[in-house]
């Protein structure tokens, strides 16, 4: 199992930028493909971006595609979404999200998700 705890959220003013963090525990987490989602009030949640195991492949939703960058550090058991021009509609709370094998896009296909952590872009 995976035990996930993500931090680094806060509130920014639109073009600012944020650097989450998800900090794993347990085993093998370099055998764990990795995600960021974020589900807004009243929203469905929605994938942001993966990695997969070797940090060789990312993925981004294109809304986030060129602004945000998601990278791991499996000496640490970390994985980290910088965030940058953030703008209103980024405004959510963000999940950090893992999987064994390759990278996904699905979110019906993470296995252990975080609690979260509270992201707000103001106007």
């Known amino acids: 199992q995976v035990q996930l705890v993500e931090s680094g959220g806060g509130l920014v003013q639109a073009g600012g930028s944020l650097r989450l963090s998800c900090a794993a525990s347990?085993?093998?987490?370099?055998?764990?493909?990795m995600a960021w989602f974020r589900q807004a009030p009243g929203k469905e949640r929605e994938f942001v971006s993966a990695?997969?195991?070797?940090?060789?492949?990312?993925d981004y939703a294109g809304s986030v595609k060129g602004r945000f960058t998601i990278s791991r550090d499996n000496a640490k058991n970390t994985v980290t979404l910088q965030m940058n021009s953030l703008k209103p509609e980024d405004t959510a709370v963000y999940l950090c999200?893992?999987?064994?094998?390759?990278?996904?896009?699905?979110?019906?296909?993470?296995?252990?998700w975080g609690q979260g952590t509270q992201v707000t872009v103001s106007s």
């Open positions: 999200a893992a999987t064994q094998g390759s990278l996904r896009v699905g979110r019906t296909a993470y296995n252990y």
């Open positions: 347990g085993r093998a987490f370099s055998t764990y493909a």
């Open positions: 990695i997969s195991w070797s940090g060789g492949s990312t």
